[in-house]
């Protein structure tokens, strides 16, 4: 009766054919599975319902505001940097579903508000002319009416804060409301 397999470097059996490139080809694959557990693991991972809701909100407000800050018809040219608060970490889906959401505006996502700012130079700016907005969490209770804190930046003495409101009208987040301050 004969053994099933092939004879390796050293001569010995090696069981299922299996050799060298097989062996590093499913390690790595096993490396590539635990590393995407991980990242899904660290996620900021919501319900289905806010899974869906979140970067639609979000997209609706980085709009409106960034639509706040150019002359009517104006498009936003420069990148707008966005930021979650130390109570609110934006989940990487989330991230994600709002960039391509927002098609013409150039959204990056930093970890940190220094990410954005040019702290060598005057007056510590966003880099490249850009706006940094500071998102606040969404209420996970809330069904069809949401409120977001968000701060934006240009530069020293711009911060400001802001409490937007949005409202879902026939299955879209739409801006009802822009007020000054926050909380």
């Not at 979000?58 to 409106?64: E, M, R």
């Not at 150019?70 to 989940?91: L, Q």
């Not at 409101?165 to 822009?178: A, M, N, P, T």
Request: glycine share 14%.
């Amino acid at each position: 009766m004969r053994e099933s397999g092939r004879v390796g470097r050293r001569g010995r059996l090696v069981a299922g054919g299996a050799g060298p490139r097989e062996w590093r080809t499913g390690r790595a694959f096993a490396l590539l599975v635990l590393l995407g557990l991980a990242v899904m693991g660290c996620s900021d991972a919501g319900t289905p319902e806010t899974t869906a809701r979140d970067p639609a909100v979000y997209a609706a407000v980085i709009d409106a505001v960034v639509a706040g800050q150019t002359p009517t018809g104006t498009p936003f040219d420069k990148v707008v940097y966005v930021a979650g608060t130390a109570t609110n970490r934006i989940g990487l889906e989330v991230q994600a579903a709002v960039v391509a959401e927002l098609n013409q505006i150039t959204v990056r996502f930093v970890d940190d508000r220094s990410e954005a700012i040019d702290a060598a130079a005057p007056g510590d700016p966003v880099l490249h002319g850009g706006l940094l907005l500071t998102l606040g969490p969404i209420d996970a209770q809330a069904v069809d009416r949401v409120t977001v804190d968000v701060g934006s930046y240009r530069g020293a003495g711009t911060d400001s804060q802001a409490i937007v409101v949005v409202e879902r009208h026939g299955g879209k987040w739409v801006v009802g409301s822009i007020t000054p301050g926050g909380s």
